[in-house]
């Protein structure tokens, strides 16, 4: 596996990740993050770069990552080993570079926006002074001396974080300086529908929408629908965001985002815990009552007006799809919701974020019986562990 193709292959399954690249096309660096960080990031709100080295084990380590200070108390870390000479080279080309090109890729691992990087003149010598004996740095796989590293370098970003000046190894952050922003147009093309989608598009409930619209679309094709209707009381109702089936699974699926662009001011933690709980509790309520009308057997409409043929007596998934699920704060109340949901209206009830979602489809290779079975496996798990922070894992060649 050559470098762009290990790099691609990092993009694809990992959540979160930083990548310095050099190379004999240029430099840049690679961020990829959940949507609602990037958001926050465009919309003014301090990243770092922070670095560690380890000189405690047999051979150095040195560490990278960001902070993405969307909440200035609970900043979003994402941390990871530079574990190849590839990655310490570029990291030493870019820190001397005037400037350097910035990506920025979501959950779906598409770009979103660009823009430029420079550093504060000091800002990247101290780094450099770990980097100057290359060869001597570790290279090689994600064993158990690079994972015990790794676990050295969050311990002492947590130390740092809560003000402990005892670190157990070399940390430091730096803050880059971002200029000239381009935001990216993204279209996105289906078996029947095309979108474009834009990262700062205010209406941030159709970008979610639209996303997991496509991210189906290549899995169920023509049976797949967005916003598929029902008449009751004599008036269309929206059934559902988003509507996939095949022969022996069906799919209900409410999306629910939290505003970045267009909220009025930063929320504590305690305000966006108490708000996406809130989002998760009408999700919950809006796909079992979609499960409810098709067991009333109301007659459903795709968006052209054509009746959509369900097998109703099928057990639904039913998927409540956030933008983001915090792991602090209290959300026993949401796990209850979930239990009661599930045991009153049997089905398998889902709460994700899209970071997950995205995960389980390319855990299934492109089939909807795959896709089936592992939410049916996922289920299996929540109902033994009976809570909302669960997070699924692909594996991959490269760890």
């Known amino acids: 596996m050559d470098i762009a193709e290990r790099i691609y292959s990092e993009l694809k399954s990992e959540n979160a990740n930083i990548w310095y690249i050099a190379d004999k096309f240029g430099s840049k660096v690679m961020i990829k993050a959940p949507e609602i960080s990037l958001k926050a990031i465009l919309r003014g709100c301090r990243l770092s770069f922070i670095f560690g080295r380890d000189d405690t084990a047999e051979t150095v380590f040195i560490h990278a990552g960001i902070k993405i200070y969307d909440d200035v108390e609970h900043p979003l870390i994402v941390t990871g080993?530079?574990?190849?000479?590839?990655?310490?080279?570029?990291?030493?080309?870019?820190?001397?570079?005037?400037?350097?090109?910035?990506?920025?890729?979501?959950?779906?691992?598409?770009?979103?926006?660009?823009?430029?990087?420079?550093?504060?003149?000091?800002?990247?010598?101290?780094?450099?002074?770990?980097?100057?004996?290359?060869?001597?740095?570790?290279?090689?796989?994600?064993?158990?001396?690079?994972?015990?590293?790794?676990?050295?370098?969050?311990?002492?970003?947590?130390?740092?974080?809560?003000?402990?000046?005892?670190?157990?190894?070399?940390?430091?952050?730096?803050?880059?300086?971002?200029?000239?922003?381009?935001?990216?147009?993204?279209?996105?093309?289906?078996e029947k529908e095309h979108y474009q989608i834009n990262v700062d598009n205010a209406d941030e409930g159709f970008v979610l929408e639209s996303q997991i619209w496509y991210s189906l679309d290549s899995v169920f094709g023509n049976y797949l629908y967005k916003g598929?209707?029902?008449?009751?009381?004599?008036?269309?109702?929206?059934?559902?965001?988003?509507?996939?089936?095949?022969?022996?699974?069906?799919?209900?699926?409410?999306?629910?985002?939290?505003?970045?662009?267009?909220?009025?001011?930063?929320?504590?933690?305690?305000?966006?815990?108490?708000?996406?709980?809130?989002?998760?509790?009408?999700?919950?309520?809006?796909?079992?009552?979609?499960?409810?009308?098709?067991?009333?057997?109301?007659?459903?409409?795709?968006?052209?007006?054509?009746?959509?043929?369900?097998?109703?007596?099928?057990?639904?998934?039913?998927?409540?799809?956030?933008?983001?699920?915090?792991h602090s704060g209290d959300w026993t109340i949401i796990d209850k919701h979930m239990i009661d949901a599930a045991k009153k209206n049997n089905v398998f009830l889902h709460v994700m974020d899209l970071a997950e979602f995205i995960l389980l489809l390319k855990a299934s290779s492109g089939k909807k019986e795959v896709f089936d079975y592992n939410l049916m496996k996922r289920f299996e798990q929540w109902v033994q562990h009976r809570t909302i922070h669960m997070r699924s894992r692909l594996k991959t060649d490269s760890k």
């Open 228 to 326: 598929p209707q029902i008449i009751k009381n004599g008036k269309p109702r929206e059934l559902t965001d988003v509507l996939a089936y095949h022969e022996l699974g069906l799919f209900l699926i409410e999306s629910k985002t939290a505003a970045v662009f267009s909220a009025r001011e930063n929320k504590s933690v305690e305000k966006k815990i108490a708000s996406i709980q809130k989002q998760i509790v009408k999700g919950i309520k809006q796909v079992v009552g979609a499960c409810k009308a098709l067991k009333d057997n109301y007659t459903v409409y795709d968006s052209h007006g054509e009746v959509i043929e369900l097998n109703r007596k099928i057990i639904p998934h039913c998927i409540v799809l956030v933008s983001e699920i915090l």
């Open 81 to 190: 080993v530079l574990r190849f000479r590839d990655e310490h080279l570029s990291l030493e080309t870019i820190l001397k570079n005037e400037s350097t090109p910035l990506q920025l890729f979501n959950e779906l691992d598409v770009c979103v926006a660009t823009g430029k990087i420079t550093f504060a003149k000091d800002d990247p010598q101290r780094i450099l002074s770990w980097l100057s004996a290359i060869d001597s740095l570790y290279s090689g796989a994600f064993n158990q001396s690079a994972i015990a590293s790794l676990d050295r370098f969050d311990e002492s970003i947590n130390k740092e974080h809560d003000g402990n000046t005892s670190l157990s190894i070399n940390v430091d952050e730096i803050k880059p300086i971002i200029s000239e922003w381009v935001i990216m147009n993204n279209h996105f093309f289906g």
